[in-house]
């Protein structure tokens, strides 16, 4: 079955809009990827997507870390996005959750890639092997699907 995709930064999660956000990321401060606000009414979201994956769609994460990185610091943004992801989506069980480098192309590390994905960037959407959504309209999208 169909899996659909979730990036995180600019999607589902506002690190735009932490205040300071690029000067912790250069930083190596992960505090940005844990104190983003949802971009998108997260109930709604998990609704459906509990709804989705009852009629057999499988529901997965795929979002890069940090441009400026070391390992260390690709461990500590990692739990931020987990832990990110366990506390405004508890209710969902993703079936796949992939955090990679930066600029990684995500059509090459996720398990169906020609599956669904919503991601805020032109260029993820326009190199994703399947179909590619921006982030307008998530929820009416995912509504849509059958």
């Not at 989506?89 to 890639?113: A, Q």
Request: hydrophobic letters at 40%; proline letters at 5%.
């Amino acid at each position: 079955m169909t899996t659909i995709y979730f990036d995180m930064d600019g999607t589902i999660a506002d690190l735009y809009g932490v205040s300071g956000w690029l000067e912790m990321l250069l930083a190596h401060d992960p505090a940005p990827y844990a104190l983003a606000a949802p971009l998108i009414r997260l109930c709604s979201l998990a609704r459906v997507l509990n709804r989705l994956q009852r009629e057999g769609y499988k529901i997965g994460i795929v979002s890069w870390l940090s441009k400026a990185n070391n390992a260390e610091y690709n461990e500590a943004v990692t739990a931020a996005k987990i832990e990110w992801i366990n506390r405004h989506l508890p209710s969902v069980n993703f079936d796949e959750i992939k955090i990679v480098p930066y600029g990684t192309p995500k059509g090459e590390v996720v398990n169906d890639p020609d599956g669904i994905l919503f991601d805020d960037e032109e260029n993820n959407r326009i190199n994703w092997p399947g179909t590619a959504f921006g982030v307008d309209n998530i929820i009416e999208i995912l509504r849509g699907l059958n």
